[in-house]
């Protein structure tokens, strides 16, 4: 998510502005400290023109590919698929 913000050149502050949540809330999602709620992280990724797919495990340590990000809840992954215009 972090490198989709990049990409996109949005910064913290006007994420943080565009999802309407307090100050630094993305920066601490960002870096693990505070955990979204589905509701918040579903419109993280729609602000960043991404969608998520969430994958259960069968509660063994997760392996995390290049395209998948770890959750804070290491029982679930989710892939962060952005959109096209083809979708």
Sequence with gaps: MIARRLELGITQDALNHSLGVA?????????GTRTPTSFHLYCWADALESKIA??????????????????????????????????
Excluded: G, Y
């Design 23 to 31: 100050d630094r809330l993305v920066s601490k999602w960002e870096c």
């Design 54 to 87: 969430i994958t259960a495990n069968d509660n063994s340590p997760p392996t995390v590919s290049d395209e998948m990000e770890k959750a804070v809840n290491d029982n679930i992954l989710f892939n962060v698929h952005h959109c096209s215009d083809q979708e």
